[in-house]
């Protein structure tokens, strides 16, 4: 049984500080990895997706994966309100294999 | 480019009715797959089809079935409804084998 782990949450952070999230996964022969962020009352929408270890960064958002320790990282520099949502952690294996989510982590920015 | 649609966007059913829902991917996107998402569970695979075939398949009772047509189309239905199916219904598209999921605005079905 694949997992995938989050902490729920909720993280608050202070407007303009950098929120860290973090995430887990079970199974060793996992590929891909990917951060959705789902507001509230919406449908998850993909904001980063990360292949290699190392870190990948996108605007403010820096991905960052250490296959060893089966652990991936999102990190928002200079936290708007706009970037409270739930963040969703998913993990792919090789191939044509689907995709398996966390339970996500709550994000509150605090103005 | 048109995005993921889902019919319908809301539904009430009582127990032991069935519910058939419907997704329309993105122009394209052959593989299409289903998601139950609950405050408890978090999001859930349900299945996914592509080419109309099931290609994967979570880990849900038979109740829970799905179909995809020759133009992607994809209908998934829950026979004998319980209490605890309630919940957000989410389809997604994408291309290929690509992880990058393009989901719907979702079906909200609840069982009284």
């Known amino acids: 049984q694949k997992e995938v782990e989050q902490n729920s949450g909720p993280l608050s952070v202070p407007e303009g500080a950098i929120a860290s999230l973090n995430c887990t996964y079970s199974d060793r022969g996992s590929q891909s990895f990917f951060w959705y962020r789902q507001y509230s009352g919406k449908s998850p929408e993909l904001i980063m997706s990360i292949y290699s270890n190392g870190d990948k960064e996108d605007g403010r958002f820096t991905a960052q994966l250490n296959k060893a320790s089966q652990y991936v990282s999102l990190l928002i520099r200079d936290s708007q309100p706009s970037d409270s949502a739930t963040y969703l952690c998913a993990v792919k294996g090789g191939g044509a294999d689907g995709l398996t989510f966390g339970k996500g982590t709550h994000l509150i920015i605090q103005p | 480019k048109a995005g993921v649609t889902q019919t319908p966007r809301y539904l009430i059913k009582t127990r032991g009715q069935q519910v058939t829902l419907s997704c329309s991917p993105i122009s394209g996107h052959r593989s299409v797959s289903w998601y139950q998402q609950t405050p408890g569970q978090g999001l859930q695979f349900l299945f996914e089809?592509?080419?109309?075939?099931?290609?994967n398949k979570g880990n849900f009772p038979g109740r829970f079935s799905g179909r995809q047509f020759s133009n992607s189309r994809s209908e998934m239905n829950v026979s004998t409804l319980e209490l605890g199916d309630s919940a957000l219904y989410l389809c997604?598209?994408?291309?290929?084998?690509?992880?990058?999921?393009?989901f719907g605005e979702g079906s909200r079905l609840t069982v009284l």
């Open positions: 997604a598209s994408r291309q290929g084998a690509s992880g990058e999921l393009f």
């Open positions: 089809y592509f080419s109309e075939t099931q290609r």
